[in-house]
Nanobody, 115 residues
Framework: QVHLVESGGGLVQPGGSLRLSCAVS????????MGWYRQAPGKQRDLVAT???????NYADSVKGRFTISRDNAKNTVYLQMNSLKPEDTAVYYC?????????WGQGTQVTVSS
């Protein structure tokens, strides 16, 4: 069974930066597609960024140029570097693992952007 643990969330001022991490255990990591999603209160969960096993990335338009997704296959970890944060980036951020029939989620980490 895949187990995902996110970390790195917190409170940051507008214009600041945070780096989220998601450690994966219990399954084959390097061939999996990994993603970050976010859900603000009262809204649906939306895609933020994804990275394939081959390293191809995809970003939501709202975060392009500000966020960077990366993965370290030796550490079974995926990262989300978030720069130039805005109040509208406030949400719970979830890590996602997809491989074959497996689609698993972490428990989420809160990111709050406020002065």
């Amino acid at each position: 069974q895949v187990h995902l643990v996110e970390s790195g969330g917190g409170l940051v001022q507008p214009g600041g930066s945070l780096r989220l991490s998601c450690a994966v255990s219990g399954s084959y990591f390097s061939g999996a597609a990994m993603g970050w999603y976010r859900q603000a209160p009262g809204k649906q969960r939306d895609l933020v960024a994804t990275v394939t096993g081959g390293g191809s990335t995809n970003y939501a338009d709202s975060v392009k140029g500000r966020f960077t997704i990366s993965r370290d296959n030796a550490k079974n970890t995926v990262y989300l570097q978030m720069n130039s944060l805005k109040p509208e980036d406030t949400a719970v951020y979830y890590c996602n693992y997809k491989r074959l029939a497996v689609n698993s989620w972490g428990q989420g980490t809160q990111v709050t952007v406020s002065s």
